[in-house]
C-alpha cells in the first residue's frame, strides 16, 4: 500500500468543480480506477513520500506515549475510531500530518481502528497485538494503559544500554586515541630528539629504552585493536545469526560468567513482564508467544519461550509447558499451580520482579568487572607514559650534564 495525492473534476450541476484528496492504494491505476468509479475526472495523481529522515524526528518513543495519552483521553467520550480521527485533525506538525494521511484514508474509508492504527507503522508489534486484542475483546480503552506502560518500559531499557555503551565507548576511545598518540607520535618524536650526551653509555642506554618504550606500547596497541576487532566481530556473528541457538556465539553467551546470567535475567525480565502486559490486554496465548519470540534475542530465553510455546502447541497444559528452564525451581513450582490466564499474568509479574533484582545484582558485578578492565587498561597505558617522559627527562639531563663538561 502506498500514499497517493490526487486533483481531480467533479461535475455538478453542470458546474466543474476542481478538488484533492488523499488515497492510500497499492498503485496509480487503482487510485485512478476509484475515481472513475465514483464519477470524477482524474487530473493527475502522484505518490507521497515521506521526509528522508521521518523516522528520527517524527515516528519517536516521545510520539507512541503522546498519541496513546491521547487515545486514553478521547476514548473517554467518544469511541477509538472518531478519537483517532479527532486526533488527526486537530495535529498542527506538518510532518505528523503527513505521516498521519494513511491512517486517516483507512478511517474515512470505513476501516477498523486497530487497522488504521497499523497503518500509521508507528507502535511496534507488542503494543499492536495489546490494542488489537482489546479492541475484539471490546475492552480498548481498558487496555490502553497495559500499551503505554509497554512503551514506556521499553524507552528505559533503552535510554540504559545507550548510557552505559556511551561510557565504555568514551573509555575505549581515550585508551586508543592514548596508545596510538604515544605510539605514532611521542615516540618518533623522542626518537628524532635523540640523546645530546656524548657519552656512548648514555646514548646506548637511551636507545634500549626507546626500543622497550615501542616494543610495550606496540604489545598494548596490538592486543586492544585485536580485543576490538573481536568484539565488533564476535557481535557482527551473533546478531547474524541471533536466531539460532546453536550457533557458537549463542553458546558462548549462555556459557560467558557473570556476563550470560546479567543478559538472560534481562531478557527474563523483560520477556515475563511483556507476557504479564499482553495476558492482562486480552491477547491470547500463542499469539502472546509468537510476539515475545520475534522480539527477543538473548539465546536462553528465546529457546524458553520457543519450547513452551512448541509443547503448548502440542497440547501440553500451559502450566506444565512453561514450567521449564531457564526458570528457577520457586519460579516453575509458581507455574505449576495456576490455573487461569489471569493466575499466569500474575506468576510472570512477580517472576520479572525477581529477575529484575537478579540482574541489577549482576549489573554491579559487571560494572566492577568493566572497571577493573578497564583500571588495567588506564594503568598499563598511564606506566607506558611514565617511562617515556623518564626517558625524555633522562635524555634532557645528560644533555645538561654534557653542556656543563663542556
Known amino acids: 500500500m502506498k500514499l497517493f495525492h490526487a486533483k481531480y473534476a467533479e461535475v455538478r450541476h453542470g458546474m466543474i468543480d476542481i478538488r484533492e484528496e488523499d488515497f492510500y492504494l497499492p498503485d496509480q491505476h487503482s487510485v485512478r480506477r476509484q475515481l472513475r468509479n465514483n464519477g470524477f475526472w482524474p487530473i493527475r495523481i502522484h505518490e507521497q513520500r515521506p521526509p528522508l529522515l521521518e523516522w528520527a524526528d517524527v515516528r519517536s518513543r516521545a510520539w507512541q ?3 496513546l495519552r491521547a ?9 477509538a475510531g472518531t478519537a483517532l480521527l479527532n486526533i488527526i485533525e486537530g495535529e498542527t506538525d ?9 491512517t486517516r484514508t483507512v478511517l474515512k474509508g470505513g476501516g477498523a481502528f486497530s487497522e488504521a492504527l497499523r497503518a500509521l507503522r508507528l507502535f511496534d508489534a ?3 497485538a495489546i490494542i488489537t486484542a482489546g479492541e475484539r475483546a471490546g475492552d480498548l480503552k481498558g487496555v490502553i494503559q497495559h500499551a503505554i506502560e509497554h512503551t514506556e518500559e521499553k524507552g528505559k531499557g533503552m535510554k540504559v544500554i ?7 565507548s568514551f573509555d575505549i576511545v581515550n585508551i586508543v586515541g592514548t596508545v596510538w598518540g604515544a605510539q605514532f607520535g611521542f615516540i618518533p618524536y623522542l626518537k628524532s630528539q635523540g640523546t645530546k650526551s656524548s657519552d656512548p653509555h648514555a646514548a646506548e642506554k637511551f636507545d634500549h629504552a626507546i626500543k622497550i618504550a615501542t616494543w610495550i606500547n606496540g604489545s598494548l596497541l596490538v592486543f586492544i585493536m ?13 546478531w547474524a545469526n541471533r536466531h539460532r541457538a546453536d550457533h557458537f556465539t549463542s553458546k558462548f553467551l549462555m556459557r560467558a560468567p557473570i556476563v550470560s546470567s546479567y543478559l538472560r535475567n534481562v531478557s527474563m525480565k523483560e520477556t515475563c513482564k511483556l507476557m504479564q502486559r499482553l495476558l492482562d490486554g486480552k491477547v491470547p496465548l500463542a499469539d502472546a508467544l509468537d510476539i515475545i519470540i520475534d522480539g527477543v534475542y538473548e539465546p536462553s530465553t528465546r529457546l524458553y519461550w520457543a519450547e513452551s510455546k512448541s509443547r503448548v502447541m502440542a497440547g501440553v497444559d500451559p502450566s506444565r509447558a512453561l514450567a521449564r528452564w531457564p ?3 520457586g519460579e516453575r513450582d509458581q ?3 495456576i490455573q487461569s490466564v489471569d493466575q499466569l499474568a500474575e506468576v510472570y509479574t512477580a517472576i520479572a520482579e525477581e529477575r529484575g533484582l537478579m540482574a541489577k545484582s549482576d549489573q554491579r558485578r559487571l560494572a566492577i568487572m568493566g572497571m577493573v578492565t578497564m583500571m588495567v587498561l588506564a594503568g598499563a597505558t598511564i606506566l607506558t607514559m611514565i617511562y617515556l617522559l623518564l626517558i625524555q627527562n633522562d635524555s634532557f639531563l645528560d644533555s645538561l650534564k654534557n653542556l656543563r663538561s663542556q
Do not use: E, H, N
Open 65 to 67: 506515549i503522546q498519541l
Open 71 to 79: 487515545l486514553r483521553f478521547q476514548g473517554a467520550t467518544a469511541s
Open 94 to 102: 506538518p510532518k505528523r500530518r503527513m505521516a498521519f494521511l494513511p
Open 126 to 128: 507488542a503494543t499492536m
Open 162 to 168: 545507550v548510557t552505559a555503551l556511551s561510557w565504555l
Open 226 to 238: 585485536l580485543l576490538l576487532v573481536s568484539g565488533v566481530t564476535f557481535a557482527a556473528l551473533y
Open 327 to 329: 526458570l528457577q525451581k
Open 335 to 337: 507455574i505449576a499451580t
